[in-house]
C-alpha cells in the first residue's frame, strides 16, 4: 500500500508496557518487515503474575539487543527509518519509562520525529495489518490483560468508547481463575487449553449485566463464583473436575462478550467488527464471535494470536496513522500508566 505522498515510510516502534520487551520495523503502516518479541513470561512465573520492578529492569537488560534485531531481520538501519513510534501509556510507569526513554534517545541522535502511541490503539491498529482492506469506522472488542473496552473506530484515531468493564478485565479474570485452580500464569492460554478437555455446560456461572449500560462488563463476581464453587466442592470433600471449571468459566466469559459486542454493532449501524488484545487470541471466543458475525452478516476481522498479545508491530501501525496525520511528540514525552484512549 502507497500513501498519499508516495514515499514509503518505516517506522522502527517500540513496546515495553508490561512483561514483552518489543521493537518492529513497520513501513507504511501495515507491511511489518520485522517484529521481534522478548517476553519476560519465565521469569514473572515464578511469581504467580508480573513483578513491576523485575519488568523494568529486564526491559532495560533487553531493549537494544531488541531493537537492533528488529532492524537486522528488516535488513535496515536507523538512518533509514522515518519516525519512532513508542508506547507511552497505559501500562506499568517504570516498564514504559524505559521504552519512552530509548526512543526519545534515538529521536534525538538520529533527528527522527518522536510518536507515542496509545497501548490500546496499537491493539486495535494490530487489525490493518493482516487485513489490508479494512479501514474505519467499524466496532471493536477490545480485550486484554488490563483492559475490556468497545469502541467504535470512527476514524484513525478516533475512538469512541461504548462500554468497558466495570471491575476486573477480562484477561484478569482469565489469570485469576486459571492461579485458583492451579494452572498458573498466563491464565489465559492455559485455560484455553484445558478447556477442550471440559463440558462449558457442566457448571452454571453468572453472566453479568447492567440494564442501564448494556455495553459494560463486569468479571469480579464471575470469578468470585469460580472462587466459591472450589471452595463448595472442596468443604464436601468433592474433587474437582478442573477442565469443567475451565470450559464453563471460559463459556460465561465468551457468552457476555459476544453477546455485548453484537449488541453493540447492531445498534452502531455499523457492518465491520475487530477484536483486539490478549484475549482476542483465545480460541472459543473467537469462534463463537466468527460464528455470531456470519449469523447477523456482519464482517469480521481478527488479527492472528501473535498479534493479539503484546507486540511492537501493532504500535509501528498506530504510529504510522499518527504520523501521517502530523501528530509529534516533543522529547518531553513522558510514561503515562493510566492514559485514556482519545486522550493526549
Ligand atoms: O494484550 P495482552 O498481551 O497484554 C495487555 O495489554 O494486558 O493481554 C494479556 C492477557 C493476559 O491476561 C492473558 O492471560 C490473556 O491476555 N490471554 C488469553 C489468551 N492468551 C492471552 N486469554 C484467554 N485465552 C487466550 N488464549
Ligand atoms: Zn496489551
Redesign the pocket.
Known sequence: MSNSTEKDIYILAIESS?DETAAAVVKNGRCVLSNIISSQIELHKLYGGVVPEIASRKHIEKINQVIQEALDTAGMTLDQMDAVGVTYGPGLVGALLVGVAEAKAISYAKKLPLVGVH?IEG?ISANYIENQTLEPPFVCLVV???HTHLVVVRDYGKYEILGHTRDDAA??A??KVARAIGLGY????K??KLSKEGNPDAIAFPRPKFEDSPYDFSFSGLKSAVLNYLNGCQMKGETVNRADVAASFQKAVCDVLVEHAMLAVKDSGLHKFAIA???A??STLRAALAEACEKHKIEFYHPSPILC??NAAMIGAAAYYEYIAGKRDGLDLNAVPNLKLGER
Open positions: 508490561c497501548h491493539h486484554s490483560g488490563g484477561g484478569e482469565f489469570d498466563p491464565g489465559g492460554p485455560i484455553d488484545g490478549g484475549v487470541s483465545n498479545t503484546d
